[in-house]
């Protein structure tokens, strides 16, 4: 699986659109770009994954560059609740998740 | 509906002992996983189950751990002669059937391994 770096920790305002960026410059063209993320002491929750179209849901929008070299997680309004560590994750084998360090995420009252 | 559950919540062993960490996948669910899941760091596979069978086993760090899933249901991972490096958040997961790149992995809240 390709190997995916993040910003170690980042933060925003309560209220403020979050952008968590991630680069997958080694990304083949049938590897998805997954994100969970993790709160405190809890098991990770999956968020949202997509291969080369942008892709929305409730939580959040995923963003992915036409080169599919990087994408970018956007947490449109967020809260003190999203404070968490955000793994992105590039999938190609259907049953193995390889999670890195993921960027900690603080928001900010 | 339950999602995935894990007991303990948390376990404390003495090094050398034996542990058993149990995991109860969301009902109907064929594939579980184990990972693990050390400070600071995102979790870490271990095993993969496709029913009763470990589809996968290649994240065991070594023969001391071992995983069970007879009715293709709960799964218990055990750990004997504890060290204190086992010590770590043991996270179960299980999805529908483990077949496709796109099925959501669920996660359960894992267990607290502390070996003193």
């Known amino acids: 699986d390709a190997k995916t770096t993040q910003p170690t920790s980042m933060d925003c305002a309560e209220g403020r659109a979050a952008n968590l960026p991630c680069n997958h410059s080694t990304i083949s063209g049938n590897e998805y770009v997954y994100w969970y993320r993790q709160i405190h002491s809890q098991g990770p929750q999956y968020i949202i994954h997509?291969?080369?179209n942008n892709e929305t849901n409730e939580m959040a929008s995923l963003i992915i560059t036409e080169d599919r070299k990087s994408s970018t997680l956007i947490l449109p309004h967020a809260t003190l609740r999203d404070t968490a560590v955000y793994y992105c994750i590039v999938r190609v084998a259907s049953y193995k998740l390889i999670f890195g360090s993921g960027t900690r995420l603080l928001v900010r009252p | 509906g339950a999602g995935v559950s894990q007991t303990p919540s948390n376990k404390v062993t003495e090094k050398g002992k034996y542990v058993e960490l149990r995991c109860d996948p969301i009902?109907?669910?064929?594939?579980l996983y184990w990972y693990r899941q050390s400070l600071g760091q995102g979790p870490e596979f271990l095993i993969y189950f496709q029913g009763t069978g470990a589809a996968d086993d290649s994240g065991l760090p070594n023969d001391r751990f071992f995983a069970v899933r007879p009715e293709g249901s709960v799964s218990t991972l055990k750990i004997q002669r504890t060290e204190r490096g086992d010590s770590a958040v043991y996270l179960c997961a299980s999805s529908p059937t483990g077949a496709s790149v796109q099925e959501t992995q669920y996660f359960g809240p894992g267990t607290r391994l502390l070996v003193l």
């Open positions: 009902s109907g669910h064929t594939a």
């Open positions: 997509g291969l080369k």
